[in-house]
């Protein structure tokens, strides 16, 4: 039976059958005949200077195929870029080299790689491995690093400093003075601390080298493949039309599988130099050590507001820790993807903010879950928090006075943003209705129970997402474009393919990609497979981050099938021998507009298409159709979040009792799967806000360097959620979506901390850094009471 208006429907993931019985190939499952084995050597040291390395005993190790290091690559692979230069900020680059040469910056950079027959053989010789290091004094802390006489990581960079970048919008310090004299003028220092991405699936590489075709296929856990196959031609000297990315089942990426790492490029060279496929999968701990890590802000704030709770400016500074290199996207994260979004979803007219960019002796950071505006989500929310106590106004009450109203979208922000269409009041007003807010303030003000403080917080945001247009890409400095590229292939017994060049990994686009092609061709759901991930297969790709993917992949699909039907349509008239004006589609069928009877369906018509016997003239056979769409703007999804909690004065613990989120994101395509994106990532927001933390000791080893450390939340520390919906279409994309895989993560974390502030009011508490671990809640309110 054709499943027709399926834009909508809750249709169940058609990806999860295979995920859940184990029946998907991810990169490890992959066994090729000959393949052998890679391990890496890493640092032990945050920072010294490798005098020598003695490979000898690991190349007679039995087994071992090969041992490379640093010097061993020199000339052969170039370094590893940085493909996001923003502007006019002094940005330094200094070379990353594939392999340590002279210097190794961080605990886990890579020194050597030795390929073995399995992968036991590999490590075991890896052990035997050797440096001689001179260790040298390392700096972890962004602060410190920037101090006179902090250690220098490279001479490139003078006094570590990576970047300086800034954003000005209408005139802060008449604003400020102005708030000085009439109203209120509030300071507080944040502490956005460092996550590490916990993917189900850590990063994994298998490279196979042709010597013969000289090609070089690599199936490897990335985001991107098509930016990963340029990049691998840059490093690796290949060409790219040469090169195959493969992105097989990819267990979750978060952020941490769009950068291009050097194991990448070192696995493909280890295949050619070898002349046979080479795997390498990090376990656990090495996936701490390795792949990016997270946020990471320390920041100065201070917020104006008038008396009656009109917020007049913002103005600020932060420090990022960019870690000892700059990844791959790692600039515009802490600069136009949080700088640019600080204002939130308020009428702020005036901002002046820097950010300094700060080499470490630390993993890299690049994009985690939200990237940038999780942290600018939290700098705001908290600000608003801070400003409504101060002048002891309702949260909820400052938050309505100063939302951008929705009579006047599109917005320009004062940092030159234009927002695409919103409603934040009917967010905020559902949530509240929802959490039964007032119901909640009347129990708050009974006092305590049982030593238990009642907190109830608020997160109202707004998001930049659907990254495009390409135009823009280019004018802040990403070295790529962000259109999206998509072909719907009708065959000749009417099922289809849709090749898409975006890359989910997780998101669930293979079950509402497909739903946008059944409701565009009234073709049944099961008729269509969606195929992404593959070079070979897909001409071009920007792939999946910045909850781009149904905005801009989504709508190129679109495009793509309604040229479909454009074709078709004119083969039906001919066939009907009808007008092609007076051919109507309806759920999948042609028929002559009066005469329902004086039908074809859309599979008749394919059939016709490819056996191509009486195709109307100057129409080519076959039906297929491509579309390359760029965007006009971002799109801007929004929300209001809120989180009830319960403190134990006794213990510090935090207990959160509920959590409602209330998003827009436009028109959505499946409301289950969306729910299940909200579901995430409020996990990933909260677990910041109450238990996530990376902690390196002052000589930078990694504290937290395995899950025993390092607090990955379980299901049974969460509530159940209370999600809902408004539906603001965004005007600038074909389907009228936003975007929403980011959206929990980037409202949830200051919910939570603006619950728990909530909650330790009556200790004269305005402010706490997270995580809101039970030892940091007790200290605070057991140094308030004693004072
Ligand atoms: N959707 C919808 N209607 C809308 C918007 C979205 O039905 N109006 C659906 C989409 O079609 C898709 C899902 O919701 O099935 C998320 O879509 P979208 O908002 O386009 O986000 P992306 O697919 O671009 O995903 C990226 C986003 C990011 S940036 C991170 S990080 C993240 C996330 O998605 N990483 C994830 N969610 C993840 N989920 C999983 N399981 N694993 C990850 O690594």
Not at 491 to 518: D, L, N, R
Request: aromatic share 8%; proline share 7%; with cysteine.
């Amino acid at each position: 039976m054709a499943v027709t208006r399926v834009f909508g429907a809750s249709v169940k993931r058609r990806e999860d059958p295979r995920l859940v019985t184990g029946r998907s190939t991810y990169t490890d499952d992959l066994q090729l005949p000959g393949m052998l084995h890679a391990q890496f050597v890493r640092s032990p040291h945050a920072h010294a200077r490798i005098l020598g390395i003695d490979v000898g005993a690991a190349r007679r190790h039995p087994g071992v195929v090969a041992v490379l290091t640093g010097r061993d690559l020199q000339g052969v692979l170039q370094p590893i870029p940085t493909a996001w230069l923003i502007p006019n900020a002094d940005l330094k680059t200094p070379p990353h080299p594939p392999l340590a040469v002279d210097t190794v910056r961080y605990v886990g950079d890579a020194v050597a790689v030795v390929v073995a027959e399995d992968r036991y053989r590999a490590s075991d010789a890896a052990a035997l491995v050797r440096v001689d290091y001179q260790v040298l004094p390392a700096v972890v802390d962004q602060e410190k690093a920037v101090q006179p006489g902090a250690p220098q990581l490279h001479p490139e960079a003078p006094q570590n400093v990576a970047f300086r970048w800034s954003v000005r919008g209408g005139d802060p310090d008449q604003a400020f003075a102005e708030a000085r004299r009439e109203g209120v003028v509030l300071a507080q220092r944040f502490v956005n601390q460092r996550l590490i991405p916990n993917a189900m699936e850590t990063r994994s590489v298998v490279a196979r080298y042709n010597p013969g075709s000289g090609e070089l296929v690599v199936w490897y856990t990335t985001q991107n493949p098509h930016i990963a196959r340029f990049l691998m031609s840059v490093v690796t000297g290949l060409p790219e039309h040469k090169i195959r990315i493969i992105a097989p089942e990819v267990g979750g990426g978060f952020g941490s599988k769009i950068p291009f790492y050097p194991e990448e490029a070192v696995i493909a060279h280890c295949s050619r130099v070898a002349g046979r496929p080479v795997k390498w999968t990090e376990d656990r701990r090495e996936n701490y050590l390795a792949t990016i890590h997270g946020r990471d802000h320390i920041t100065d704030l201070e917020v104006a507001a008038r008396r009656d709770g009109t917020l007049l400016a913002i103005r600020g500074r932060t420090w990022a820790n960019m870690g000892a290199y700059l990844s791959t996207a790692a600039p515009g994260i802490p600069t136009i993807l949080h700088g640019l979004m600080l204002t939130g979803c308020y009428t702020i007219p005036h901002i002046a903010y820097e950010v300094t960019g700060v080499f470490t002796n630390t993993t890299p950071v690049d994009a985690y879950r939200g990237a940038g505006r999780p942290e600018a989500t939290y700098l705001i929310e908290r600000a608003v928090d801070l400003v409504a106590s101060a002048l002891s106004m309702d949260p909820a009450d400052i938050r309505r006075k100063n939302f951008v109203p929705a009579d006047r979208f599109p917005y320009q922000t004062a940092e030159g943003l234009t927002y695409d269409s919103g409603n934040y009041a009917a967010t905020l007003d559902r949530a509240l209705e929802l959490a039964e807010y007032h119901k909640l303030r009347e129990v708050q003000k009974r006092g305590p129970r049982d030593g238990k403080y009642l907190g109830i917080g608020l997160s109202t945001y707004v998001e930049i997402c659907g990254l495009g247009p390409s135009s823009v890409a280019g004018a802040v400095g990403f070295q790529g474009g962000l259109w999206e590229s998509a072909t719907v292939r009708l065959h000749p017994t009417g099922k289809a393919t849709v090749f898409t060049g975006t890359s989910p990994h997780g998101q669930g686009e293979e079950t509402t990609f497909a739903q946008i092609v059944a409701e565009e061709l009234g073709l049944p759901l099961d008729d269509i497979e969606v195929v992404h991930g593959d070079t070979g297969a897909i001409s071009m790709g920007w792939g999946t981050y910045g909850s781009r993917t149904t905005v801009v992949g989504g709508a190129a699909i679109a495009l793509a099938a309604r040229r479909v039907r454009e074709k078709a349509a004119k083969i039906a008239a001919h066939l009907l021998e009808a007008a092609e004006a007076d051919i109507v589609f309806d759920r999948g069928r042609f028929h002559v507009r009066g005469s329902p009877e004086r039908a074809k369906t859309l599979q008749e018509v394919t059939l016709q298409a490819y056996l191509a016997w009486n195709l109307p003239a100057g129409v080519e056979p076959s039906l297929e159709a491509s579309a390359f769409y760029d965007p006009s703007n971002f799109t801007f999804p929004f929300g209001a979040h809120v989180a009830v909690v319960e403190v134990n004065a006794d213990t510090g613990e935090v207990e959160l009792q509920r959590y409602v989120a209330v998003d827009d994101c436009g028109r959505v395509i499946n409301p289950l799967i969306v729910d299940g994106q909200v579901h995430g990532g409020l996990v990933q927001g909260i677990a910041q806000a109450m238990w996530e933390g990376a902690v390196y000791s002052p000589e930078g080893q990694l504290l937290t360097g395995s899950m025993a450390e390092y607090a990955v939340p379980r299901a049974r520390m969460f509530p159940r959620f209370v999600t809902a919906r408004t539906e603001t279409p965004s005007p600038h994309n074909p389907l009228g979506v936003k975007g929403v895989g980011e959206t929990g993560t980037i409202a949830s974390t200051p919910a939570v901390v603006n619950a728990v502030v909530d909650a330790l009011r009556p200790f004269g508490i305005t402010h706490l850094d997270m995580p809101l671990t039970p030892e940091r809640v007790w200290t605070a309110i057991h140094g308030k009471t004693r004072r």
